[in-house]
């Protein structure tokens, strides 16, 4: 088996595909998608997402500090390419696309109802780091749908269809293959 030498590139996929709402400090919401997401560190709990500074949201992230992460699913994933490629400048997103704002407890930028996970996050460093700057943010607040808690109150994501992105194309998440420490664990 042969392998292809390519030039450098970003190759880590699949990626999360989530829906970031900003609020601007003139009360205006958008919703930008974002691939370029992810977990900083567990405690305290950060994030980070990346973005292009030529980006609508972008000086309403700089100029608020403060966002919300929104999961999505198969069912959003219409919502979540529309959301990636039309502006906020030319459209208002939650209306286009029949979206629920909801007010989030501690930052301004609003939750999304329909995505089963909403996690609010405030800036705490800005990294310009080339055609993106990393918005590093910590936890304030996480949301979950009750739609996917079972009777013992574990939180069920799976049965959101979460969605992913590698390479232009967005997918379901597979079949379960395993638990955390199934590999050692004794039979």
């Not at 039309?86 to 704002?101: A, C, I, M, N, Q």
Request: aromatic share 10%; charged share 25%; glycine share 6%.
């Amino acid at each position: 088996m042969g392998k292809q030498l390519w030039k450098p590139g970003n190759m880590l996929y699949p990626l999360p595909a989530v829906m970031v709402s900003v609020a601007g400090k003139d009360g205006k919401n958008n919703i930008l998608t974002v691939a370029w997401t992810g977990t900083v560190c567990s405690d305290p709990p950060m994030v980070f997402i990346s973005v292009r500074p030529e980006r609508y949201s972008y000086h309403m992230l700089k100029d608020t500090g403060e966002f919300v992460i929104n999961l999505t699913t198969k069912e959003l994933a219409f919502a979540t390419d529309y959301c990636g490629v039309k502006s906020g400048r030319d459209v208002d997103k939650f209306r286009e696309l029949h979206l629920t704002p909801l007010p989030a407890e501690l930052v301004k930028a609003p939750l999304i109802a329909e995505s089963p996970v909403n996690i609010e996050c405030q800036v705490t460093e800005v990294k310009p780091l080339g055609t993106h700057d990393m918005f590093l943010a910590k936890v304030a607040a996480v949301h979950v749908d009750e739609e996917y808690m079972d009777e013992k109150n574990k939180f069920h994501l799976e049965e959101a269809e979460p969605i992913v992105y590698s390479h232009g194309a967005y997918f379901t998440v597979g079949s379960l293959l395993g638990t955390f420490g199934y590999s050692v664990k004794k039979k």
